[in-house]
């Protein structure tokens, strides 16, 4: 199996017209790593070296060889998540066509001070049937904080122990039957 991604990896090399000689070897590091069959894999690249858009272009490359169907893209703050839904949203996956027009790219839900000032912000909630009842086959990016994922695994009461028995930070959440295999 590992065999022919790598092939796959060998015949499309990362050549984005935006993509620079650094993020190129982040790739094919990543890209060796998972063809090797290692399950971890640690990317670390400094402040401003393009990090978010390394890995929309290892997420494309990752989806479009087959190798993955859904993606969990975890961030630590809703800023961050609206602005890894914006990079998504400008990376161009195939000419002329953005990544969100090649395949599905939801978040959680944003508020208004988290997404101020961004230009031609769009999000798409991710439907709750995506993580209840996924389809085998079914290709999308989820875009989420942490905290929102851990809501959704573990319910508000069980995700976070605070004295006023709530949290700033998603109190729009759910717990939801989430199957493995999603």
Known sequence: MHRAYRKWFELHPNEHDRIRPYQINATKAIEEAI???KRKIFTAMATGTGKTFTMVS???RLMKSGLALR???LVDRRALAAQAVL???????????????????YSQRFRREDVEGMKDFNPKELPESYLTHPKISHAFVYISTIQ???INLFG???AFQTSEGETDEE???NKFDIPIHA
Do not use: C, W
């Open 35 to 37: 063809t090797q069959g």
């Open 58 to 60: 290892q997420i494309h």
């Open 71 to 73: 993606i969990l893209f």
């Open 87 to 105: 990079e998504f949203n400008s990376f161009e996956a195939e000419p002329g066509m953005k990544f969100d027009k090649v395949y599905e790219v």
């Open 148 to 150: 929102r994922m851990r």
């Open 156 to 158: 508000m009461d069980q």
């Open 171 to 173: 109190v729009d959440a």
